[in-house]
């Protein structure tokens, strides 16, 4: 398969979302990294989920681990609420958060050279760029792998729905349509805007 093939697209984040929002994105669609967009919405870079985690963490705690036994429920929980008032712009330019650019790969590479530039950058995207059109979409490791999968013969109906259905097919999400509902599991019906918008 060539990576116009593979190319999907998925939830697009901007600097202006909160880091709570972004952490309801990722939740929503099963992410295992964040997609930042630039002002017109092609992806710039990516921040592993991960990242969301330590962002929870005051930096005491991060020094030594052992202080996260000294807070209750009710405290761990407020802990989770400030990241309602910080912007992920503001925790990039605060160096709590190491975005890392996405590499590009053209539309007619083949798989081995998208998983090669994978590895090689370490990154479990890629973004598909056209010399004319522009961007296409990205490539995510996990359709990545089960179409070498397909390949090397284990073939089944999750892998071929994995590279039939975008990430952004997994459902509607109540933060990027705007309204207060969850996203679904990856069979709901509708399909989410590819793009995050917060101001």
Known sequence: MRADQLAEQ??????????????????????????????????????????????????????DPKLAHAYDEAGADELCTKLRTVTLGELIDAKR?????????????????????MDENHTPLIVVMAQESGYLGVVTMTRVLAAIARAAGEDSD?????????????????????????AGDDEAN??????????
Do not use: C
């Not at 890392?100 to 090669?116: M, Q």
């Open 97 to 117: 958060l190491t975005p890392a650019r996405l590499p590009k790969v053209n539309p007619n590479d083949t798989l081995i050279e998208i998983a090669s530039m």
């Open 10 to 63: 998925v939830p697009i984040v901007r600097r202006a979302t909160t880091g709570a929002e972004a952490a309801r994105i990722v939740a929503e669609f099963r992410l295992n990294a964040l997609v930042v967009g630039d002002e017109s919405g092609i992806p710039i870079a990516v921040v592993p989920g991960s990242q969301l985690l330590s962002v929870v963490l005051p930096q005491y705690v991060r020094d």
């Open 158 to 182: 999750l892998v071929r729905r994995r590279l039939a259905r975008d990430i952004i097919d997994r459902g509607t999400s109540g933060f990027l349509s705007g309204r207060d509902d969850s």
């Open 190 to 199: 509708g399909a989410g805007s590819p793009e995050a918008h917060t101001s």
